[in-house]
């Protein structure tokens, strides 16, 4: 079994900073992708930032230009740096990895949700 927890989050008034991370830990073999989505009340769960095998990594329009996706690989923890916050930037946080748990079986894992609140 994996386990991913996550720390950062909490109040910010707009125009601030914010740091999350979130540690993978358990039955690892190798990690394709770890990222960030947000979800507000009656809204879908989307998509913030995603780190894939390679480097390669997304972002949601919405913030390009703010938020910094990077992974750690050594210690199979991912971070968000969110800079320029927003009001709209309040949500809850959950981090996502898809793992390789054995040589033949990749799941997909979340984090219990932080929240992230920017006040006007």
């Known amino acids: 079994q994996v386990q991913l927890v996550e720390s950062g989050g909490g109040l910010v008034q707009a125009g601030g900073s914010l740091s999350l991370s979130c540690a993978a830990s358990?039955?690892?073999?190798?990690?394709?992708?770890m990222g960030w989505y947000r979800q507000t009340p009656g809204k879908l769960r989307e998509l913030v930032a995603v780190?894939?095998?390679?480097?390669?990594?997304n972002y949601a329009d919405s913030v390009k230009g703010r938020f910094t996706i990077s992974i750690d690989n050594t210690k199979n923890t991912v971070y968000l740096q969110m800079n320029s916050l927003k009001v709209e930037d309040t949500a809850v946080y959950y981090c996502h990895a898809n793992i390789l748990t054995s040589w033949v079986s990749t799941n997909d894992f979340w984090g219990q949700g932080t929240q992230v609140t920017v006040s006007s």
């Open positions: 780190s894939m095998r390679g480097g390669l990594t």
């Open positions: 358990g039955s690892i073999v190798g990690i394709n992708q």
